[in-house]
């Protein structure tokens, strides 16, 4: 077992602080970076160069299934909700459509070592068609061998059974993740997510019977009608089930963007000091428990492999989160969903209608992306290594010849200097290193090397840093 040690410091009023929006940079440059002028020829050029480097590597593979069958208030994915079985029928046609054309711009079959199916909820499909879309990905791709894969899957215990459960690894998947949010009866009405403790422990130990090498849970702090009080209980069951992974999540309330959100009633929201001490909560009661704080919003046991990882400077990131296999070229498939490929990434079109069109044209449906160029690369490196590891070594980084770091990131250095009177990192000649009190405040720590937001800020959907 690995050694517990401490992993963060929760100080109230730093945070309070320090508290703005900010990405959460899942990429960089962030997805708002994209643009329309990066298409299908462009990704192209990607996977060539990426070749051409002799890196024909394993893949991960991201496949967004986005209907769900009832509306989640909170929700800000992009989800369709709907009854109607014909329109996954109809999806899962299209999604055939896109392997065809990603094989073919990948020049072959390749293997894949990672599998995430996310949404929506990808349990909407059925047996028959799930089996059917993993037929057709193992057409297109060769999958790693279990022990040596990891497969996961999102999956809402309200729409699934045990045996359900039981199916989804014979499918082939290893890991899952289960939404909870909260299990207060009063926070689950007013977000119209109604769903039992026993409902979902029942598919939590499922999960385990059945073999899943990991077992995830997602809890959301800030919505309506929750408080301290409220949400102990919440957190007293989780640490109860004992799963590997635990997303404390802070909810963002934007619905000036999202529309299901306006159907919340703003005076029922906690106040920011409310939410500030249920943080405080999740973090004193997930670390007494045992659990790492790995970064951002997510805690994992000792024995996990994102802890593993991360204790031997292994952890990488991706839009996925948190990953030990981040570094491999992502492909994406399905509306909206974004590809990283060597230098570059790409998002799919946000749409049905567009997706199915670009589709029916022969045509890779992106929409949208980015060419990464060498300060991209370099910067993407940074705050990689600062939100994974919390320690940036400069003779790590591919530095221009005769260029040192405190020379190249002068300005940053600079920016980071209220950061370090504050305690929350330590700068040197070497490469900067965080301290325990900076780790839940790191996004503010990599938003000093973001080119893009200090020399073409930009309004953005950015949520608050904590």
Known sequence: MIPLIPSVEFDAALVRKMNQMGPRYTSYPTADRFHSDFGAEDYRAAVARLDALGERMPLSLYVHIPFCESLCYYCGCNKIITQDKTKSAEYLGYLEREMVLQAAALDGRRKVDQLHFGGGTPTYLSDAQMDGLLGQLRAYFDFAPDEEGEFSIEVDPRTVTPERIATLRRQGFNRISLGIQDFDPAVQQAVNRIQSHRQTMDVL??????????????????????????????????????????????????????????????????????????LGLCIERLTAAGYVYIGMDHF???????????SVGKLQRNFQGYSTHADAPMVA???????????????????????????????????????????????????GRLMCNFILDYDDLLLPD????????????ERLQVLEDDGLLCKGSR????????????????????????????AARYSRTI
């Open 205 to 278: 130990q499922a999960a385990r019977a059945t073999g899943f090498r990991s077992i995830s849970v997602d809890l959301i702090y800030g919505l309506p009608l929750q408080s301290v009080a409220s949400f102990g209980p919440t957190l007293d069951k989780v640490i109860a089930a004992r799963p590997d992974r635990v997303a404390v999540y802070n909810y963002a309330h934007m619905p000036q963007l999202f529309k299901a959100q306006r159907l919340i009633k703003a005076e029922q929201l906690p106040d920011p000091e409310i939410k500030l001490a249920m």
């Open 300 to 310: 994992a046991l000792p024995e996990d492999d994102l802890a593993r990882s991360q």
């Open 333 to 383: 498939l399905g509306v909206s969903a974004i590809s990283a490929v060597g230098a570059s990434y790409s998002q799919n079109e946000k749409t049905l209608s567009a997706y199915y069109q670009r589709l029916d044209a022969g045509e890779l449906p992106i929409a949208r992306g980015i060419a990464l160029n060498d300060d991209d690369l370099l910067r993407r490196t940074v705050i």
């Open 402 to 413: 005769g260029v040192t770091g405190p020379q190249y990131f002068a300005a940053e250095l």
């Open 431 to 458: 490469g900067v290193r965080v301290r325990m009190r900076g780790r839940l405040l790191i996004r503010n720590i990599c938003m000093a090397f973001d080119r893009y937001l200090h020399e073409r800020p930009q």
